[in-house]
């Protein structure tokens, strides 16, 4: 039985924690986390997109003691109220993994991040040639990468050089792949966008 209260805890709301981030991205953008953290982690860092501490209270330290946690987070009233922005010198001490910077949870604004990815992946794509056949998903998101000028690199690349191997096949796109994309698809997905191209008789070595 679905309960009306459910609706509002599963809708996106201005602040998010950093800690669900990733998969909040993964489940309303499609977007696989180890893509997603390639993408923001030094946009997060430079503060392109801003943060907040909400909890935080900035450490005094005692007598001639000063306090190793002091700076780490600045007060920011550019947004319209205040926020306790993460400095440069916050930043090295954040636990990625919880969310957290010395134990206090870190939010980010969601309508931020999720136009800075939106413009970061058009740029990734690239403007599609008339024929790349770049059509729009389920959802109406446009494909991170183009895969088809992918899969045609590799008709041309095994043309021009008749590829004795898969090694020799997966070298060349891997080296395609770097020079075409700006940002790069996670292992996972290449080692199963290459293996989707490689001819049954194509030797491993």
Do not use: C
């Not at 991205?25 to 392109?48: F, H, Q």
């Not at 935080?56 to 001639?64: F, L, S, T």
């Not at 926020?83 to 001490?93: E, K, L, T």
């Amino acid at each position: 039985m679905i309960v009306k209260s459910d609706f509002w805890w599963s809708a996106v709301g201005e602040w998010e924690p950093l800690a669900d981030l990733l998969d909040i991205i993964e489940r309303e953008m499609k977007i696989a986390p180890a893509e997603a953290a390639a993408l923001l982690r030094s946009a997060l860092e430079t503060n392109e997109i801003p943060t907040d501490v909400p909890d935080w209270v900035e450490p005094k330290g005692y007598h001639d003691a000063p306090e190793p946690r002091a700076g780490w987070v600045i007060q920011d009233g550019t947004a319209g109220r205040d926020v306790n922005q993460i400095s440069p010198r916050g930043w090295p001490n954040v636990d990625w993994t919880r969310g957290s910077l010395n134990g206090h949870q870190i939010r980010v604004p969601w309508t931020r991040v999720k136009a800075y990815l939106t413009e970061r992946l058009q740029v990734a794509v690239g403007a599609p040639s008339p024929d790349s056949s770049v059509s729009v998903g389920k959802g109406g998101r446009t494909p991170i990468y183009d895969w088809v000028a992918f899969n045609r690199e590799a008709v041309r690349g095994a043309i021009l050089h008749s590829f004795d191997s898969r090694a020799d096949m997966s070298k060349y796109l891997r080296s395609w792949v770097a020079e075409a994309w700006s940002v790069q698809p996670d292992e996972r997905t290449l080692q199963r966008k290459l293996a989707d191209l490689y001819p049954a008789d194509l030797p491993e070595d």
